[in-house]
């Protein structure tokens, strides 16, 4: 593959467990080329190599001579997000998001950016649960009122935010589809994360449910969404799009 054709990738949060895992998966891929990469700057990795050897070190923010088509996959933390939002905006770099808990700063920073870029907004990149939400609106739509709905989410004891962004986020698609349904967070040992939704009806009861077995499946989820969001148009985009895309559908707009 020559260097043109290589994905210009920059990570911040590269020293997080998703971020570290993604940059893992980045230097061993040979569709990638890591250009960038973000800790904080009390971090002891500041400084370092990536991978322990190379041009390219960790540092506590992107330079702006990074290539134009670089991509930038933001793992870090909520309140660095805005100005890495505007960064992005500013030098015309592609955005994929997995941070979740945003709040009302970030949010309006992610609208400005995403009316000069594309912005993909991930509160999990695993493809079955892309899959997950769309299969939800399926059920709800057709089981109707009758079928009381619920969303469980479990996850590991260290996980900060409850309900989390998954669970959220499928709520909303839910809401989108005509129906409201409560969320029950559960934090527990190591689980991964569990997303179980169910509808109960009169004399039966329909599970739809994902286990996330394997934490490399976020790490390649994000590389995925990175791949699909380069060349994009700007305006604002999720792990949807990426879904639709392999399935040989276009963008949404």
């Not at 589809?177 to 967070?185: F, K, L, M, T």
Request: aromatic fraction near 4%.
């Amino acid at each position: 593959m020559s260097d043109a054709s290589l994905l210009p990738l920059a990570i911040h949060g590269a020293a997080g467990r998703l971020g570290a895992a993604v940059l893992e998966l980045a230097l061993a891929s040979p569709a990638c080329s890591v250009v960038g990469a973000t800790v904080s700057a009390r971090s002891d990795w500041l400084g370092r190599p990536l991978g322990g050897e190379g041009a390219v070190s960790y540092r506590d923010a992107l330079a702006p001579s990074l290539p134009a088509e670089t991509v930038v996959l933001e793992l870090s933390r909520v309140e660095a997000l805005p100005d890495h939002a505007r960064q992005a905006a500013a030098e015309g770099w592609p955005l994929v998001v997995g941070v979740t808990g945003l709040d009302g700063a970030c949010e309006a920073a992610l609208a400005a950016a995403a009316e000069q870029i594309p912005v993909l907004l991930a509160p999990n990149f695993s493809l079955g649960i892309a899959l997950l939400k769309r299969l939800a609106k399926v059920a709800a739509q057709a089981l109707g009122p009758d079928f009381d709905g619920a969303i469980l989410d479990v996850h590991h004891r260290h996980k900060v935010d409850a309900p989390s962004g998954t669970a959220r986020a499928l709520a909303e698609a839910l809401e989108a589809a005509g129906r409201s349904v409560p969320i029950v967070s559960q934090r527990v040992g190591e689980v991964i994360g569990d997303h179980t939704l169910t509808f109960a009806g009169p004399g039966e009861r329909f599970e739809l449910r994902h286990q996330a077995e394997d934490r490399t499946l976020f790490a390649r989820g994000a590389l995925a969404a990175a791949m699909f969001l380069r060349g994009q148009g700007p305006g604002t985009y999720t792990m949807d799009d990426v879904l639709a895309a392999r399935g040989g559908k276009p963008a949404a707009s």
